[in-house]
């Protein structure tokens, strides 16, 4: 296992790159502007959701190496086998949103610092955006694994474009007057701050890693059937 994440850290390392400097730079803009309240809490938000984005938009490169037909024919001849190039997979996707909500952390003690005021809160939406992220990885994943990188990209770019239709539909025709309000900005501080948010800050990282566990279990097989697929 050691042996394929390693070599995923090689082949996701340009990636890996991009989503490091994204976080890093926003901080900085917060750092270097700490008076400003509004800079503060858009670098932050910045700084902890962002990279969760950058990695849902490119995860398909996480399988691309490992289609080559020669890559798969070693690996499920190794002990490992197909277990392994799909727990690599899921092993090395907590292990980068590990990492992004330490930095999340990070980024909020050093703006505590800087302001003197408590920017921990700014970790509730890291947590949700954690569980967002890893419910879509749990969707994402098994068609990755049956239908190939590509095709399962495809799969999420139209449900992702079938979501922004229907927004630009409610844009245009709905009511959207609540967006522009002079209160909207603090309603939405206040929308956080309640009780059924708090409650969803720990219940969707819930739901989603018990959502990614059987995610892994689906694609086993799922897996099984790509390679045949590869190979016929």
Known sequence: MRGLLYNQFGTFRMPLICISVMPVVFLIVTIVDSQNSYSVDFGLNACIIMPYIIFLLINAELFRFSENQKWRNFAISTPISVKGQVAVKYVFTIMIYAAILLFGVFGCFIATLMTGENQFTHMQAGLIFFGISLILNSFDYPFYFRFGSENGARIKAASILFVII????????????????????????NFMNSPPIK?????????????????????????????????S
């Open 166 to 189: 229907l927004v630009l539909i409610y844009g245009l025709f709905g009511d959207v007057s609540f967006l522009f309000s002079d209160s909207s900005a603090q309603d939405l501080v």
């Open 199 to 231: 409650l969803m800050t720990w219940l969707i990282p819930t739901i989603a890693v018990a959502l990614f566990v059987i995610s892994y279990i689906v694609s086993l097989p799922l897996c099984r059937k790509g390679i045949e697929r590869s190979e």
